[in-house]
């Protein structure tokens, strides 16, 4: 059983959009806390945003004003929602579920070149 499911990664050119979602299995709860951290070669594990069970945001400065994060608690799935995507984006980007548990996604791959 995978328990996190990630999908939406690919290749866009600089100034391009992607949409990542983020699927958990129905034996996690919908309400937790959800966030997407990104990692590119040779840099460490970067949190870009999180999303509470009541909604509440936030957003690493680097993504500020291009990315939005948004949660479907019926279909128990977080998207990342990333606009005016530039080279310096490209990584895996990883989607992770807090709880008395914490569940990790596999990752899905984000390039932006042109």
């Known amino acids: 059983q995978v328990d996190v499911v990630e999908s939406g990664g690919g290749l866009v050119q600089p100034g391009g959009s992607l949409r990542l979602s983020c699927e958990a299995s129905?034996?996690?709860?919908?309400?937790?806390?959800r966030g997407w951290y990104r990692q590119a070669p040779g840099k460490q594990r970067e949190l870009v945003a999180t999303i509470t069970g009541d909604g509440s945001i936030t957003y690493a400065d680097s993504v500020k004003g291009r990315f939005t994060i948004s949660r479907d608690n019926a279909k128990n799935t977080v998207y990342l929602q990333m606009n005016s995507l530039k080279p310096e984006d490209t990584a895996v980007y990883y989607c992770?579920?807090?709880?008395?548990?914490?569940?990790w996604g596999q990752g899905t791959q984000v390039t932006v070149a042109s």
């Open positions: 129905r034996s996690i709860s919908a309400i937790n806390a």
């Open positions: 992770i579920v807090w709880g008395d548990i914490d569940y």
